[in-house]
Nanobody, 129 residues
Framework: VQLQASGGGLVQAGGSLSLSCAVSGRNVINYAMAWFRQAPGKEREFAAGIRPSGSTIYADSVKGRFTISRDNAKDTVYLLMNSLTPEDTAVYYC????????????????????????WGQGTQVTVSS
């Protein structure tokens, strides 16, 4: 199983950026996936998740600005980020939970890094003020 994250870059505050995570070895429709991020000097934190059902979960810090989605035919998960601020500067990682078609669980499950078995390599997002 491999996850390949891409789409990071430099953007001005207030701008938008879209990240992609291409998955090989799994059909994303059957697995929960998430985006985490790690800012310099800080611990990695949950940003957004999507259940196999398609329902989504967001951290409060990104709710209303970020949108997670997936393309089942391409086995790719996306993170559309709007209204970016310098506080969004981080390395963004996609992750996959290797539990096949689990029943829907609470947000704590999806926001826990320990839930996820596979990780992408990370893509840098830098927001300038």
């Amino acid at each position: 199983v491999q996850l390949q994250a891409s789409g990071g870059g430099l953007v001005q505050a207030g701008g938008s950026l879209s990240l992609s995570c291409a998955v090989s070895g799994r059909n994303v429709i059957n697995y929960a996936m998430a985006w985490f991020r790690q800012a310099p000097g800080k611990e990695r934190e949950f940003a957004a998740g999507i259940r196999p059902s398609g329902s989504t979960i967001y951290a409060d810090s990104v709710k209303g600005r970020f949108t997670i989605s997936r393309d089942n035919a391409k086995d790719t998960v996306y993170l559309l980020m709007n209204s970016l601020t310098p506080e969004d500067t981080a390395v963004y990682y996609c992750a996959l939970d290797n539990l096949f078609r689990p029943s829907n669980r609470g947000s704590n499950y999806y926001s826990d890094q320990l839930t996820y078995d596979y990780w992408g390599q990370g893509t840098q997002v830098t927001v300038s003020s």
